[in-house]
């Protein structure tokens, strides 16, 4: 049995809470398995509430912990919106290289939804696109340079707005970065059973970048001869999904459009609230909950668990745990179509007085084991 190194980050708002009780729950289905291994877990800060003792959402013994660890369970982080400090999974993904973003997003009967044969799986460049994070704002030297450049450059394509009301984002799309992309979603189908990959791009309007992104991914397609490959343009990849998700397996794409149609997948199959997620690279993984930290319900053992159990789930699978990590799924799609011991959320009424906390949630999975 082996023992695996795991970095439990505690997040802020109420990840504290599903922290808490995704460990419980992943810790079970371990103990509860036979031939399984066991956890050893390394707790450490970050978010809101350890910038203000430490000066850095992210202290750097935090991120040594996720480098030498087997892999990374996070909770919920509050990122600011519009000022403050930059978001602390942009940073982590950039720092360690974690290019793969996994989204399954999979329907449980219980969970109240308008579809019910829905099981995609979303991969999602991580670290390049228009999150590289290039931006040059209105009113500056820079963006006046840039503008001079592109005019002088193109001889067909002009910008016509003043540098002074003008801001610029860069979107770099790199060969070796797509490749590695579209390759990790075939790879995961391949090894999970999955039977297509559908690769999204705009490579009608955007030629040089997603067009980039579409010829390199229909290069990478033809090494896997046993998966099906097909291409579609985002937005009607976005009525696609609306109109019939069971015609889809495996969808990747770069970082902007895997952002927006991840949550939209998300969607399909309830929310958020039930929405695993993972952030992969060749040298470690971290797993999270999609959703973000409430503060408003900070200490209440008022939020729903089941997406942070659920990214344990895809952590026990990434660290050759499968059993386990079936064990525990098993449990929460239980307790979820039982619809007892589940959240308000969860429940047809949300003001219904049967609904119970966090902590008593991941109890009833445990129990389900």
Aim: glycine share 8%; with cysteine.
């Amino acid at each position: 049995m082996a023992t695996h190194t795991v970095t439990l980050i505690m997040g802020d708002g109420v990840g504290p809470e599903l922290a808490a009780a995704a460990r419980r729950c992943v810790d079970a289905a371990l103990e509860k398995t036979e031939g399984a291994g066991d956890i050893e877990w390394k707790l450490c800060d970050a978010g809101v509430d350890v910038m203000e003792s430490a000066g850095t959402p992210m202290p750097d013994e935090t991120i040594k912990s996720v480098r030498e660890t087997d892999a990374t369970l996070k909770a919920p982080i509050t990122t600011p919106i519009g000022k403050g400090f930059r978001s602390v999974n942009v940073l982590l993904r950039q720092t360690l290289d974690l290019y793969a973003c996994l989204r399954p997003c999979k329907h449980y009967k219980g969970v109240r939804t308008r579809y019910e044969d829905v099981d995609l799986v979303v991969v999602r460049e991580n670290v390049e696109d228009l999150y590289a994070g290039v931006e040059f704002e209105k009113g500056t030297d820079q963006v006046s340079e840039l503008i001079e450049t592109v005019n002088r450059l193109s001889t067909d394509k002009k910008v016509n707005t003043p540098a002074e009301t003008t801001g610029i984002s860069i979107k770099p799309i790199s060969v070796q970065n797509t490749e590695r992309i579209v390759r990790f979603a075939f790879d995961y189908a391949r090894e999970n059973g999955r039977k297509k990959v559908t690769y999204v791009h705009k490579a009608n309007i955007m030629k040089y970048t997603d067009g980039l992104f579409k010829s390199v991914a229909e290069k990478v397609a033809a090494d896997y001869p046993d998966i099906e490959g097909e291409e579609r343009l985002v937005d009607n990849m976005c009525m696609q999904l609306v109109q019939k998700p069971e015609l889809y397996d495996v969808i990747v794409l770069p970082n902007l459009y895997g952002d927006i149609l991840s949550d939209l997948c998300a969607g399909l199959v309830g929310g958020l609230g039930v929405a695993p997620g993972a952030n992969i690279g060749d040298n470690g993984a971290i797993f999270e909950a999609t959703h973000g930290s409430a503060p408003k319900y900070k200490g209440q053992n008022k939020v729903n668990p089941t997406a942070l159990i659920l990214s344990g789930k895809l952590m026990l699978d990434y660290l050759h745990e499968r059993a386990a990590a079936a064990a525990l799924e098993k449990a929460v799609a239980g307790v979820i179509a039982a619809g007892e011991s589940v959240t308000y959320d969860m429940k047809p009424d949300r003001d219904d007085p049967s609904a119970v906390g966090t902590s008593e949630m991941a109890d009833a999975i445990i129990a389900a084991m």
